[in-house]
């Protein structure tokens, strides 16, 4: 594989912000300023990076509940996403979504989404859109091992397959369903995609902590789906940072688990271990954009905090399209 | 003006909206039908008989039939709406919303809303629902109720095949989700339909029968039994007006209110239990906002509170009739 530079420094630089927006998130969660439930990405960024950088606006994706890091690097301005999670009217989402809901339809972002499971049906019908448009264009439905346990998961994978739709499942396996591990709620001997290849479609696995690996299987996933050979899964084996929600305990850690998950399994240091011993990129260039990055984040930050608030007036707009 | 059936009211918007825009698609199970079979496609062509022909001239990618997957067939439309197609999913009987009531209620209803009006869900989902075949607790419900307390979708229940065409039309062209009610009992029942383009704007009841006395509300099926009603006690010398609210989101309170004005006494046919249903809703906003106006105390005709009975005295008894309006008609006049 050759990204380019400027590829590798965009990759670095889109799994740097998910990682600083959020880590910024958890400082301020603990500070009491940001209303709401708020579940961190924090671990998985090499995932969303290394998926949505072959995509563009036209290529759909459909979220979670965990759903910044999709958001980021699908290309939701992070400035207004920033704003939404302080509810603001300038939010992505007017300040009506919040953490679970950012969603901008002009960049293809669908939605995160509250409802464990609830995305993989919606991005079969973006699928659907995009094969009848027939450019190509492809739906991706972005699901943990939590929602890989839904029944609404397993009817769209049928139905994506009956209907030929250019629908990929990404599995992203972080060990976690909230706060239960898969070995246990996931039941075909620990192994999420082989439930899709049941289903009639061809998968790959990949370690999703190294963004060069996900990146490349993307690429044999996505010449799959978009040469219109029906839909395929991805299973990605990746890690979850934080607990489930801002505040969990996470009393169902191992001892020393997240020191070691931190040591070894952290994308962002893979990456540039990686980049840097590969002479692709050099330590300096790369913490000339983690310095960019967290400009970026107090900016976000400082004009949330500025950022003007709704009023009770706006409870009502936009249930409808005329409100009546 | 042309003479048809409610059925295929509903057939013929489907045909004329798919050919005057490409982004009308069809989704359902067996709304093709005979898929995978010896019989081939169309030998089906729809259980209702409301999608026959779809296939043959719009082809797969537009006339999508689908696995019997409810939940994934609503969060396709949803899907396919949000990508800028105006998707119209079929759910065979309105019973099986539960299977599907996810995607319905947190997603298709919610989108425009949750994503701050950025967005919007041009979605139909279509389903037949009510009682009189005696197909007992879960094929015969009215979920109107159920749905019209839910916040951003619009619920809309024709009587009739001319308000099929204009309310069919109107909610593919609409930009937001739509419920579409269709009772199966109406499917046989023939009526005139208005030649060309034909659309009736949500919240604005019909007025099927006016007399001074008595209001008389009632949708769907429950309107001919409250026009039957009506024309007999019209031959006593009582007048009703009989509203046929037509959508239940939104509701056309105007009209309500400004009947019972004129007569002080309400009546509401429901075919849906009264408990936290429209009978109460519309007897509680009477009771809010018209209370001066009232002679008698509003009547609620509705089924009890049970599930529907499968043997035919049961369902019977189970449904409201004219008999049954015509009693809480005369319980208003002679009140005191």
Same mark, same amino acid.
């Given at each position: 594989m050759q990204l380019s530079r400027d590829a590798l420094l965009q990759a670095y630089r889109q799994m740097r912000t998910i990682r600083a927006f959020e880590e910024r998130l958890h400082d301020e969660i603990m500070k009491g300023e940001i209303a709401g439930f708020t579940h961190l990405y924090c671990g998985q960024e090499a995932v969303a990076v290394g998926v949505c950088e072959h995509l563009d606006h036209e290529d759909m994706i459909v979220s979670t509940h965990r759903g910044h890091g999709h958001c980021i690097a699908k290309g939701c301005d992070v400035v207004g996403m920033m704003k939404e999670i302080w509810g603001s009217t300038e939010g992505l989402c007017n300040g009506k979504g919040g953490s679970m809901h950012i969603a901008d339809k002009d960049v293809g972002m669908l939605g995160a989404n =509250?409802?464990? =499971?609830?995305g993989a049906p919606i991005a079969v019908g973006a699928a659907m859109s995009a094969k009848l448009d027939g450019k190509g264009k492809v739906s991706i439905a972005f699901s943990g091992d939590g929602a890989c346990n839904q029944g609404t998961t397993f009817e769209a994978m049928n139905m994506a397959v009956v209907t030929n739709a250019p629908a990929i499942f990404v599995f992203e396996n972080n060990k976690y369903s909230e706060h239960t591990g898969f070995e246990y709620a996931v039941g075909t001997n620990n192994d999420i995609v082989s439930r899709a290849e049941a289903f009639g479609m061809k998968v790959w696995r990949a370690d999703g902590c190294d963004f060069f690996e996900v990146y490349e299987t993307m690429r044999d996933v996505l010449e799959h789906v978009r040469g219109g050979n029906g839909p395929a899964a991805v299973e990605f084996d990746t890690e979850r940072f934080y607990g489930h929600f801002e505040g969990d305990p996470q009393r169902y850690r191992g001892e020393g688990e997240l020191d070691r998950l931190w040591a070894e399994r952290d994308c962002i240091k893979i990456f540039r271990q990686r980049a840097t011993e590969a002479s692709l990129l050099k330590s300096d260039e790369l913490d000339g954009v983690d310095e960019e990055v967290l400009a970026l984040i107090d900016k976000a930050v400082d004009d949330s905090r500025a950022a003007p608030r709704p009023t009770p007036e706006d409870v009502q707009r936009d249930v409808y399209i005329d409100y009546f | 003006m042309a003479t048809m059936l409610y059925r295929d009211a509903v057939l013929q918007t489907l045909h004329a909206e798919m050919e005057r825009d490409e982004s009308v698609v069809v989704l359902g199970e067996d709304l093709v039908g005979g898929m995978g079979t010896a019989g081939g496609p169309e030998a089906i062509g729809g259980i209702w008989g409301t999608s026959v022909g779809l296939f043959d001239k719009f082809g797969k990618d537009r006339v999508i039939d689908t696995p019997i997957s409810e939940c994934a067939i609503v969060g396709a439309a949803g899907g396919l709406a949000l990508a800028g197609k105006r998707p119209v999913a079929e759910l065979m009987f309105a019973d099986f919303i539960g299977v599907s009531l996810d995607q319905i209620w947190n997603q298709i209803g919610k989108f425009r809303y949750m994503f701050g009006g950025k967005s919007k869900c041009p979605a139909v989902i279509r389903m037949a629902y009510g009682a009189g075949?005696?197909?007992?607790? &879960?094929? %015969? &419900? %009215?979920v109107h109720q159920m749905l019209s307390g839910m916040p951003g979708l619009k619920v809309v229940m024709p009587s009739t095949p001319a308000d099929v065409k204009g309310l069919f039309t109107q909610a593919i062209r609409d930009d937001d989700p739509v419920i579409f009610l269709e009772h199966k009992a109406l499917y046989g029942v023939e009526g005139e339909v208005p030649d060309g383009e034909h659309l009736v704007p949500f919240g604005h009841a019909r007025l099927s029968r006016a007399g001074e006395d008595v209001t008389i509300v009632a949708t769907g099926m429950m309107v001919g039994m409250a026009e039957a009603a009506a024309d007999s006690l019209a031959e006593e010398g009582i007048g009703c007006d009989v509203l046929d609210l037509r959508t239940t989101s939104p509701m056309d309170e105007e009209a309500i209110l400004d009947s019972v004005e004129v007569t002080g006494r309400l009546v509401v046919v429901d075919e849906a239990p009264a408990r936290c249903g429209l009978a109460r809703d519309v007897s509680a906003l009477v009771s809010e906002l018209a209370f001066a106006s009232l002679k008698a105390p509003p009547q609620a005709v509705t089924p009890p509170h049970t599930p529907i009975p499968f043997a035919r005295e049961l369902e019977s008894a189970y449904l409201p009739s004219p008999d049954k309006i015509v009693a809480a008609v005369q319980k208003t006049l002679n009140w005191r």
């Open positions: =509250g409802i464990v =499971g609830a | 075949f005696n197909a007992a607790a &879960q094929h %015969s &419900q %009215s």
